[in-house]
């Protein structure tokens, strides 16, 4: 054998030694009072075959090189033995006891002859590997035969052998699931621990302790290309067993017959849409498309499926399209793309300017009934304006579904003259439908007697599992099940950041109660004891305001101190005002809101949200959502059958058309459409889109929630985030963002429930906002995002799909996210990174202010990490400009050179 090989297989050894001693994987080669005597071997079995060859020996200890065969025996004997020295090419006592837990229990973590005297006498008879690299989670000796022809002829301890001495080296493959190159790519924390080339180091880490973190090894099991969850549900005839089963498959006739094995990649798409591709790797090349994909395509900006541009921007209109008047609130900014955009909400109309004040309310009358009975006798007499006597009232909930319901009401303002409803069902407050130009005003709704939420402690219990014991503060007897079990923060009595971990629960999963304030269940467990958790008993049961397909709809000074729903939700409908409103929790409360301060839901725009202040509910500050997306079952050409939703599209909608990553496929318009008797919607489109398949995404451009601006508001100490906006034409500016338990702000695709909840943002300002305080102090580096809801980022630009797996980012290769300006925004006070942008195009950052960031753990996004304040994965032609970094810890912009391009910084500063 060349010395020069032996060399290099010196150099691999040494290196691996030394990386692994510095990760603590080795210990020392003696212990204290650990002597060679002690630890004698029996010669017959040092000089086994299996363990010893003199010749090896000398050549992988440099220092017993010039010794003579019969010294360097006695050495090994007396000396080499115990130190834990390597004699043979296929057996290595450190690696040994590092790979079997059982070994190291039974003989200690650095006994090294009672190693090699198992080894001998039992562990190569029970076909234990004696070196990491022959482990049977890198090496299989009848793949690597076979997928290196000229080795195929060799004996399997031949081929072991030559694995060892050549093999590695030569950067063969010997394993269906693990290449070490590909793992030093995928993993990017391992490529600047060994080097980008450092086979050895990256098969004895994996073999080690890759597998066991669940890291992935070869490019053809990357969540990009391979998701066992989503190619299981897309291939019910082959009845996996399991996701192996379903791994097993794709490697061996899957991925060779260029089936599409994720959300986001097909290799028999991505070569038809290349032909240079097609060319170099010919036309059945999808291996190698796979792994140029992973490689070089992502970074290139090359599309994992077919699409076209991905902008929709062109088929949404800048303005409503609506006459307006002087009394109407009109509001306009120039957008991204340089459009005038309008927000329009009408003011009521009425047929005169009376206003009809309702008599006080009588001794023993019920509000549920004086309510409506106001409502309907301003009516009566055409009244533009409803006055409400000032006063405290107690509703007694004798309405079914809300307290208080409005229907079909049209020009008129309701002004309650600073009164107070309290509300006592855990229901809808009040509930409106049909609405038309209607201001809401001056009013307080509660829930003063309703028990919402509670304080408790993880504490021991029987049989070793967590019970949880209810402060006695806040009684209970158990009538009321546990929907959710949320992190405290006693101190400052707020949300807990500590960590994200969380429980919900339904009414059959739900904790038990034992009596005596204590519930047990082992769902407990997650959490430890001495934790303190916000106990929730609602989590979305009841709006204190529900308005139903309303059309220009104004809220004006009202203020929610508790509800057990969302506080403002929106379901269908548009132009909607909400001006100088509070959501904040009342004495002795510990929030306000179970759920989001304001939600729309399939919404049409013109969204105003100004001078308001949103603190302590259950869930986001503000969600602006479009219709979910409508999943196709069926396409014949023209016609399609879609899943259910939650709203109807009619005859004349326009639509875009996604693939499985959101990419956008083309447009359409409906002729006709109809719904089954499974609630399933049979559509006829004006034109058939090409290559809408059976995974397509089908969305109804009407229903978008396009234009809209929140200007001057505060979000203060709220679980998740401040803002979620997932809709085109947005202006997010001057407002104030602090205390969120995950990222202030979540300009995203959020895949909450399949098949998504908007087809991305386009065409957004964010400016000067000033965000504090927001996201978890803590994460799990090793845990693919957003599995623990570990926000890499304050501001967040990303998408998320949800099909089984991840990639390391939270964002998918698709930029959903297009034309995004984040400027003159401060950020402070942050464990993670400022910004964070994936799934994007066309994102300018100029002139942000950047204090403290990064305090918290650092983790890997690829080749990119959150220890830079500003991170860039997976998106192209961003623009960082004029940043000012402050704090020690705050860090610099870090790219994920995989999958981005385009990406220019200047000006930057620390």
């Not at 094995?261 to 060319?279: C, H």
């Not at 984040?822 to 799934?839: R, Y």
């Not at 918290?856 to 960082?880: C, E, K, M, R």
């Amino acid at each position: 054998m060349a010395n020069t090989f032996r060399n290099q297989t010196i150099r691999f050894i040494a290196l691996t030694y030394i990386c692994l001693v510095l990760t603590g994987t080795f210990g020392a080669g003696l212990s204290a009072g650990q002597s060679s005597s002690a630890l004698a071997v029996d010669p017959q079995v040092a000089f086994s075959p299996l363990v010893f060859e003199v010749s090896y020996y000398k050549l992988v200890n440099p220092d017993l090189a010039q010794l003579s065969d019969t010294e360097a025996k006695t050495n090994w004997l007396n000396r080499g033995i115990v130190e834990g020295r390597r004699a043979h090419p296929l057996f290595w006592t450190r690696q040994y006891l590092a790979f079997f837990p059982d070994l190291q229990a039974a003989f200690g973590a650095t006994n090294f002859p009672a190693a090699l005297e198992h080894y001998v006498t039992n562990g190569h008879r029970e076909g234990r590997a004696g070196v990491l690299a022959l482990t049977p989670n890198v090496f299989n000796v009848k793949f690597y035969k076979e997928v290196n022809k000229n080795l195929a002829a060799l004996s399997d301890t031949d081929a072991e052998i030559n694995w060892i001495e050549h093999g590695i080296a030569e950067n063969l493959h010997a394993h269906p699931r693990f290449y070490a190159l590909d793992y030093l790519f995928l993993n990017f924390d391992k490529t600047l621990l060994f080097g980008p080339r450092n086979s050895l180091a990256a098969i004895d880490d994996y073999a080690l302790a890759g597998f066991n973190q669940g890291r992935i090894g070869i490019f053809s099991l990357a969540p990009q290309v391979f998701d066992p969850a989503y190619y299981t549900s897309h291939h019910p005839e082959r009845h996996f067993a399991s996701p192996d089963a379903a791994i097993t498959f794709w490697l061996q006739t899957g991925l060779p017959k260029g089936e599409k094995g994720s959300n986001i990649f097909s290799p028999s798409e991505y070569l038809e849409q290349y032909p240079d591709l097609a060319k170099a790797f010919g036309s059945t090349g999808f291996v190698d498309a796979l792994r140029h994909y992973m490689q070089f395509g992502r970074s290139e900006g090359r599309k994992g499926l077919f699409a076209i541009a991905q902008s929709y921007l062109a088929r949404i209109p800048t303005s409503a399209g609506v006459a307006t008047s002087a009394a109407d609130r009109v509001e306009t900014f120039t957008s991204v793309t340089g459009q005038l955009i309008s927000v329009t909400i009408k003011a009521p109309a009425p047929v005169s300017n009376t206003v009809y004040t309702m008599r006080p309310i009588n001794s023993g009358e019920l509000p549920d009934t004086y309510f409506p009975l106001a409502v309907a006798n301003a009516t009566a007499v055409g009244a533009g304006t409803l006055k409400i006597p000032k006063g405290v009232y107690d509703f007694q909930g004798i309405n079914a579904n809300a307290h208080w319901t409005i229907n079909n009401l049209t020009d008129m303002t309701i002004d309650g003259q600073s009164s107070t409803l309290n509300f006592n069902k855990p229901e809808f407050g009040i509930n409106m439908n049909g609405i038309t130009r209607v201001v809401f005003k001056n009013f307080t709704l509660d829930w003063p007697k309703l028990k919402i939420a509670a304080l408790g402690t993880i504490i021991p219990g029987p049989n070793g599992q967590n019970q949880l014991q209810i402060e006695s503060a806040f009684p209970d007897n158990g009538s009321k099940f546990i929907e959710a079990l949320t992190p405290w923060d006693e101190i400052h009595n707020t949300w807990g950041r500590q960590t994200s971990t969380e429980a919900f629960f339904d009414a059959s999963s739900a904790p038990t109660f034992e009596g005596n304030q204590i519930y047990s269940s082992p769902a407990l467990s997650v959490f430890t004891p001495g934790m303190v958790l916000l106990v929730r008993y609602f989590s979305g049961e009841g709006s204190a305001m529900g308005i139903g397909v309303a059309q220009d709809f104004a809220l004006e000074n009202v203020t929610v101190h508790s509800a057990p729903g969302e506080a403002f939700f929106f379901d269908g409908g548009g132009r909607v005002r909400i001006s100088n409103c509070t959501l904040d929790r009342s004495a002795g409360k510990l929030i306000s809101s179970a759920s989001d301060a304001v939600h729309f839901n399939d919404s049409l725009g013109d969204v105003l949200v100004e001078n308001s202040r949103f603190a302590f509910q259950g869930d986001d500050g503000m969600n602006l959502a479009s219709a979910t997306l409508m999943p196709v079952q069926a396409v014949q050409q023209k016609t399609l059958k879609l899943g259910q939703t939650d709203f109807t599209s009619q005859a004349g909608d326009p639509v875009a058309i996604f693939n499985s990553a959101l990419g956008l496929l083309g447009f359409s318009t409906i002729d006709a459409i109809s719904q089954d008797a499974a609630g399933n919607f049979d559509v006829q489109l004006s034109e058939a889109v090409p290559h809408t398949a059976t995974d397509s995404l089908v969305g109804d451009l009407n229903i978008m929630g396009a234009r809209w601006i929140v200007r001057n508001n505060e979000f203060l100490d709220n679980r998740a985030r401040a803002i979620l906006p997932q809709t085109p034409f947005g202006l997010l500016e001057d407002n104030i963002m602090r205390g969120q338990t995950l990222a202030s702000i979540l300009i995203a695709t959020l895949n909450d429930v399949p098949p998504a909840a908007t087809t991305g943002v386009q065409d957004l300002q964010v400016l000067r906002n000033h965000i504090s305080r927001s996201g978890p102090l803590a994460g799990n580096a090793n845990v693919p995002l957003p599995s623990h809801g570990f926000s890499p980022g304050a501001v967040m630009v990303a998408s998320f799909l949800t099909n089984g797996l991840y990639d390391e980012s939270g964002s998918t290769d698709v930029p959903v996210n297009q034309h995004i300006v984040l400027s003159e925004n401060t950020v402070e006070n942050v464990p993670g990174p400022a910004f964070f942008i994936g799934s994007a195009s066309n994102v300018n950052l100029s002139n942000n202010k950047i204090i403290d960031a990064n305090s918290g753990p650092a983790y890997f996004l690829g080749t990119a990490n959150t220890s830079g304040s500003i991170v860039v994965s997976q998106a192209h032609d961003v623009a960082i400009v004029g940043t000012e970094m402050l704090g020690t810890k705050t860090g610099p912009v870090s790219l994920d050179r995989h999958s981005t391009s385009g990406i220019k910084i200047e000006q930057s500063s620390q």
